[in-house]
């Protein structure tokens, strides 16, 4: 899958950052295709996706007008609009960093787990459904996350 990215932060992403984000998406989407995850008919059907890298006062902005929540966000998923897409991903960097060093663990590790939650949410998942639904949902993303870790 094309992974399209867009910064529109001041920090300049690396090459290196780039390539991460386009591996790690697609090694994520072939594990979930291969579990047999909910739509992956809708997976395999799509062939773009695009992240989208913000700031913590963008991210507020959005997180508020969507959701009503007046905070930065780690990550936020939008459906497509277009048919070959698969949808948007919107991460706060700033908030990852920061979620990252609570957790004891690298920015990467912190970004390829939230990449996990975002297609997930894609996907039709949604952990604030149901409890049900919350317990499924982290099931699987851990389980992916447990199983692939980091590029």
Excluded: W
């Excluded at 996990?116 to 699987?140: N, P, Q, T």
Aim: charged content about 30%; glycine content about 2%.
């Amino acid at each position: 899958m094309k992974v399209i990215q867009v910064n529109q932060t001041a920090v300049r992403q690396a090459s290196k950052d780039a390539k991460f984000i386009e591996l790690s998406v697609n090694k994520i989407l072939k594990y979930l295709i291969a579990k047999k995850v909910r739509n992956r008919i809708f997976l395999k059907s799509k062939k773009e996706l695009t992240v989208v890298f913000l700031t913590p006062k963008q991210m507020k902005k959005i997180n508020f007008q969507y959701r009503k929540k007046n905070k930065p966000t780690d990550i936020l998923s939008f459906a497509a609009v277009e048919s070959a897409s698969m949808g948007e991903l919107l991460l706060c960097t700033a908030v990852l960093r920061k979620q990252a060093k609570d957790h004891d663990h690298s920015l990467d590790a912190e970004t390829f787990y939230m990449l996990i939650h975002g297609v997930l949410h894609l996907l039709g998942y949604d952990h604030e459904a149901s409890e049900k639904e919350e317990r499924l949902m982290f099931r699987i993303q851990d389980q992916c996350f447990k199983t692939l870790g980091p590029v």
